[in-house]
């Protein structure tokens, strides 16, 4: 029955320590908002975190228990568990000013009257799962989604020159968790420690994804 509510959610699926899981904080609204100020918020220990630089600020509607809202995204967070385990996110406390109407008569250019409301989210409990042993060997530390693509050099060579291979990686998972891979040769060549040439992270789809190219 609240006018105002603040509530944080995660999407509800299995989780694993380097695996993206998006926290936002949405606040509900049958108000005239104006302001709005953060107090007290969770240190996200256990976790790295990445912060949403462009979220939509596009207010939509949501009915619940029979009454309207309107709903807007304030926050997106990008977590990444460290280990395995339960984690316990603390609420967060803000400040809400809000239009409130004067008393009696005021003139054409008396100033905004605002009232202050203070709400908070509630606590949510985020499950991490161990990760499965990989009895292969192979498992570098890569959890999420990842594509790759090679792009190799010169391909004609003589036996004086060396022969370069690109890979690009690109992942929603944490990508200071897993070493770049490895060439797989028969041993008719040299092999050189591969070198990562561009590591950086960009938002797209509603994720962090990050993009690492190796040489």
Known sequence: SESIK????????????????????????????????????????????????????????????????????????????????TYTIDPMIMDVGVSAPYPGNQGFFTMRRLQNIQIASA????????????????????????EMTAYPGNTTLTTDEAFNLRIEIKGNGDSRRWDPPKAVTNGDFEMYDPRIIEDRAIEANGSIIQIRSIE
């Open 123 to 146: 606590p949510i409990t985020i499950d991490i799962l161990p990760l499965k042993s990989d009895t292969s060997q192979t498992f570098t530390g890569a959890v999420g989604q990842y």
């Open 6 to 85: 603040l509530v944080a959610f995660v999407e509800p699926v299995d989780y694993y320590p380097g695996q993206q899981i998006i926290l936002h904080y949405k606040l509900l609204f049958r108000e005239n908002v104006q302001t709005i100020n953060t107090l007290s918020e969770d240190d996200y220990s256990g976790f790295f975190i990445q912060n949403f630089n462009t979220i939509s600020r596009a207010a939509t509607y949501e009915t619940i228990n029979g009454l309207p809202y309107k709903s807007r995204i304030i926050k997106s967070i990008a977590l990444f568990a460290h280990q395995s385990g």
